[in-house]
Nanobody
Framework: VQLVESGGGSVQPGGSLRISCEAS????????VSWYRQAPGKEREWGCRFSSINNHANCENSVKGRFTISRDNSKNTVYLQMDSLKPEDTGVYYC???????WGQGTQVTVSS
């Protein structure tokens, strides 16, 4: 199993960024993948998940309405579209295969003026 994140970078407050997680080594279309965030000096916390069972997407309250998780099964890729970014969104973003110990290496997102 491999999960490879990409697309991180630096953006000003109020800006947007889309990060990607390309997966391999498992049946992507029947698996749920989540995005987590780890802010500097804090625990890793759950952000959003896209379930394969009912194509249901859900995000944590602090990012709901600003972040959108989506997936493209033809590309084995999950995306996280982040809009109206705030400085507190800064951190390393990881994708995770639901109910496993498989994580990506992370991609850094920095929101700063």
């Amino acid at each position: 199993v491999q999960l490879v994140e990409s697309g991180g970078g630096s953006v000003q407050p109020g800006g947007s960024l889309r990060i990607s997680c390309e997966a391999s080594g498992f049946t992507f279309s029947s698996s749920a993948v989540s995005w987590y965030r780890q802010a500097p000096g804090k625990e890793r916390e759950w952000g959003c998940r896209f379930s394969s069972i009912n194509n249901h997407a859900n995000c944590e309250n602090s990012v709901k309405g600003r972040f959108t998780i989506s997936r493209d099964n033809s590309k084995n890729t999950v995306y996280l579209q982040m809009d109206s970014l705030k400085p507190e969104d800064t951190g390393v973003y990881y994708c995770h295969l639901f109910q496993t110990d498989y994580w990506g290496q992370g991609t850094q997102v920095t929101v700063s003026s």
